[in-house]
């Protein structure tokens, strides 16, 4: 895949699809096929500060975390992106999600993993 800004982080998602965070400030969704989907930028009206961690959970979601606003949203398939985090963050870097709702988030600031817990998924 080649004319990314900076690309930075990357996951992948159901599918055989992945996404990437640009240093440039966008998230961009590609199919299995290494064809350009969305923009999330584009997709939601959204404007990053810088994206960093990218992960998808069990729900097809995608979650990115943004370096500068200190903050981790979350994308639905359909819908308005969900602000997850708003504070405690110093530096959002790397992310990954769990099936049982947890959200791990390496904060290169303060040199540790943090854990939320974001979403209860019945039995």
Known sequence: VSNLQGPRYV???????????????DVKVFMS??????????????????????????DGSILVADEQRRTVHLFPE?????????KGLRRPAGMACSSFGHLFVADAVE?????????V???
């Open 11 to 25: 996951s992948p998602v159901p599918g055989g699809g992945f996404v990437v965070s640009e240093e440039c400030g």
């Open 33 to 58: 096929s290494c064809k350009l989907l969305c923009s999330l930028s584009s997709k939601y009206e959204h404007q990053f500060g810088n994206p960093a961690g990218v992960c998808v959970d069990m």
């Open 78 to 86: 359909h819908g308005a992106p969900i602000c997850l985090v708003s």
């Open 121 to 123: 998924r019945p039995p």
């Open 111 to 119: 040199n540790c993993v943090k854990v939320f817990k974001y979403c």
